[in-house]
C-alpha cells in the first residue's frame, strides 16, 4: 500500500506545476486523439474519449508518475482492419482482451524485459520517434495559409524565450493562449480545432461491447489483442525510460504494465480505444514542469471539460498553435548529442541507433525498429562475448598426452569455435580439456563438448574434462549424451 509520504510526493509535492503542465498536455491531445481515431478508421469521439479515460485511470494505477497515456498511432494502426471487417463493438471487446492481457504480464512482471533494451536502442527508439512526431505536422505545414507559418513561427519564438524572462507558467501554454488571441484579433483565415472534426458534446457512458460470446468472436479478438497488447506496453515501457532518465527516478515497470491494462479495459467500458503511453505528451508534461500523478490526472480531467464545457472555446484555438507544441516536442525529443558521437561510439553501437531509427521511420511502426535494434544488439553482444573465449594446448614432454585449457564463456556463438580448436586427429594417446576457467552456458556449449569427445572416442583416443564447475557439470549432467561425474577435478568422460 502508499504511505502517507509517497502519496504525497506523487500528488501534492509539484501542485502548481502539475496543474499547468496538465493543462497544455491536454491541449495538446486533441488533434492527436482525432488522427489516431481517423487511422483507426472510427469517430473522432472514440479516440478523444480514450484519452480522457486512460489518462485519468492510469494517473491511478500507473507505475510511473507524470507519464501521459491515451490513444496512440501505434495501438491505432493495428485497429484499422479489425474496424473495416467487423465493426467498432469488436475494437471494444478487442481492447478489453488487450487490457486482461497486459494485467497477466503485470503480474508475471514481464515489465523487467526494459533490463534487455540496450541504449543505443532506447536512443533510435527517441530519435525516430523525434522525427515521426515531426512528420505528423507536415500535413499542417501544406497547402495552408501564409498565416499559418507566421503564427507557428510566433509560438515558437515563445516557447524558447519566454523561459529566459519566467518559468512560473508553462511557455507552451502562453504560446496557445497568445496566437489563439492575436488569431481572434487579426480574423485570422487559419485552420482551428473545430476543423479537425465533431468533437463529442457529452460524458462518455458505460456500455458493455456488444458482440456474441463465442470461440470464434474469441478467434477473430486473439490475434489482434496480443498484438495491441505487445506494441502498447512496449510503448509504455521505453517511455516510462525515457521519463525515468528525464527525471532522474525510477518507475514501477511492471505496475505499468497491470495498469496499462486496467486503463485500456475502463477505456473500451466507456466508449474508447485502446492506448498506451505517449512520448510526446509525456515530454511536453516533464518540460513544463510536470512530476506528479496529479498532471496527468489533470491532463484527463481537462480535456473532457474541455469537450464538454468549454468546446465553444476550445474550437477556435488554432491548430497553428498545437503544431508550434508539437514542433517543440520533437526538436527537444530529438538526441542531438547522438550525432555527434557517432564517429566516437564503437562501430555496433552506431549501427543498432541508425537501424533502429531506419526501421522505425520506414514502416512507421515504432515496435519493428524496436525489434531489429533489441535484434542487432544481441547479434552483435553474442559476438562480442564469443571473441572472448579461447583455448590453447600444450603437449607433454613424452608427447603422449595434449591439454587444452578452455577459457571465457561457452555458449551458441561461441560453441563451434570450441570444436574446432580441439584436434581429435592428433596422434595422441589422451586427450586433456581444462575448463576450469571456462563457463558452460546452454545446450549448445554441451553438445559442443559431447562432438569432441564422441570423435575422440572414434579414433581411439582417451578424453578426460578436467574442471568442470558445479553449474556446467549441472548442464553437463542434464543435457549430455554421456555421464559426466562431479564436477571435482578431474571430471573423467566414462564410455558407456
Avoid at 493562449?177 to 480545432?193: E, M, N
Avoid at 464538454?308 to 498545437?322: E, H, N, S, T
Avoid at 572472448?388 to 561461441?414: I, K, N, P
Avoid at 578424453?463 to 559426466?484: E, F, I, P, Q
Amino acid at each position: 500500500m502508499a504511505t502517507a509520504s509517497s502519496l504525497h510526493r506523487d500528488w501534492f509535492s509539484n501542485l502548481r506545476a502539475d496543474l499547468l503542465s496538465g493543462i497544455v498536455v491536454a491541449l495538446a491531445l486533441i488533434p492527436e486523439a482525432i488522427g489516431f481515431s481517423v487511422i483507426a478508421g472510427v469517430d473522432p469521439k472514440v479516440g478523444l474519449y480514450a484519452s480522457v479515460v486512460i489518462a485519468c485511470v492510469i494517473a491511478f494505477v500507473g507505475g510511473r508518475p507524470a507519464m501521459i497515456s491515451a490513444a496512440t498511432a501505434a495501438t491505432a494502426v493495428l485497429m484499422g482492419p479489425l474496424v473495416r471487417e467487423h465493426g467498432v463493438q469488436y475494437l471494444f471487446a478487442a481492447t478489453i482482451l488487450m487490457g486482461i492481457i497486459q494485467i497477466f504480464a503485470g503480474v508475471l512482471r514481464l515489465g523487467r524485459i526494459m533490463r534487455f533494451v540496450s541504449q543505443s536502442v532506447m536512443t533510435g527508439f527517441v530519435n525516430s520517434l523525434a522525427i515521426l512526431i515531426f512528420l505528423a505536422q507536415l500535413p499542417q505545414l501544406m497547402n495552408v495559409p501564409k498565416a499559418t507559418y507566421g503564427l507557428i513561427a510566433l509560438g515558437l519564438a515563445i516557447i524558447y524565450l519566454l523561459p529566459r524572462v519566467t518559468k512560473t507558467i508553462p511557455s507552451p501554454l502562453v504560446a496557445i493562449v497568445v496566437i489563439t488571441i492575436v488569431s481572434l484579433a487579426l480574423k485570422l483565415d487559419v485552420r482551428t480545432v473545430a476543423s479537425l472534426g465533431q468533437l463529442p458534446t457529452t460524458l462518455p457512458s458505460f456500455g458493455v461491447p456488444d458482440v456474441p460470446l463465442t470461440l470464434e468472436t474469441l478467434h477473430i479478438l486473439l490475434p489482434v489483442a496480443l498484438t495491441l497488447a505487445a506494441v502498447g506496453l512496449l510503448e509504455s515501457l521505453l517511455t516510462a525510460q525515457i521519463v525515468d532518465d528525464m527525471t532522474d527516478t525510477t518507475s514501477d515497470k511492471s505496475r505499468e504494465c497491470a495498469g496499462q491494462g486496467v486503463a485500456n479495459i475502463a477505456s473500451a467500458f466507456f466508449g474508447g480505444m485502446g492506448g498506451c503511453a505517449m512520448i510526446g505528451q509525456s515530454v511536453i508534461n516533464v518540460s513544463s514542469g510536470g512530476r506528479g500523478r496529479l498532471s496527468t490526472l489533470t491532463a484527463g480531467a481537462f480535456l473532457l471539460a474541455l469537450l464538454v464545457l468549454l468546446q465553444d472555446v476550445l474550437a477556435v484555438v488554432p491548430v497553428a498553435a498545437l503544431t508550434a507544441v508539437m514542433i517543440m516536442v520533437s526538436i527537444n525529443t530529438f538526441s542531438w548529442r547522438s550525432l555527434a558521437r557517432l564517429r566516437t561510439n564503437p562501430l555496433p553501437s552506431s549501427i543498432v541507433m541508425l537501424a533502429t531509427v531506419a526501421g522505425v521511420v520506414t514502416t512507421g511502426d515504432l515496435s519493428v525498429g524496436v525489434m531489429i535494434g533489441v535484434l542487432l544488439s544481441g547479434v552483435f553482444f553474442a559476438g562480442k562475448v564469443s571473441r572472448l573465449s579461447r583455448v590453447t594446448s600444450t603437449l607433454s614432454a613424452d608427447e603422449r598426452v595434449r591439454t587444452y585449457t578452455v577459457e571465457g564463456q561457452v555458449f551458441f556463438a561461441s560453441a563451434a569455435t570450441f570444436v574446432e580448436s580441439i584436434d581429435v586427429a592428433d596422434p595422441v594417446e589422451k586427450i586433456v580439456i581444462d575448463v576450469s576457467a571456462a563457463h558452460f552456458w546452454d545446450i549448445s556449449a554441451v553438445g559442443a563438448l559431447d562432438r569432441v569427445v564422441l570423435k575422440a572416442r572414434r579414433r581411439g583416443r582417451e578424453v578426460d574434462v578436467v574442471g568442470l564447475n558445479a553449474a556446467s557439470c549441472t548442464m553437463v549432467d542434464r543435457y549430455g549424451a554421456h555421464k559426466y561425474v562431479s564436477p571435482i577435478s578431474p571430471v573423467v568422460v566414462q564410455n558407456q
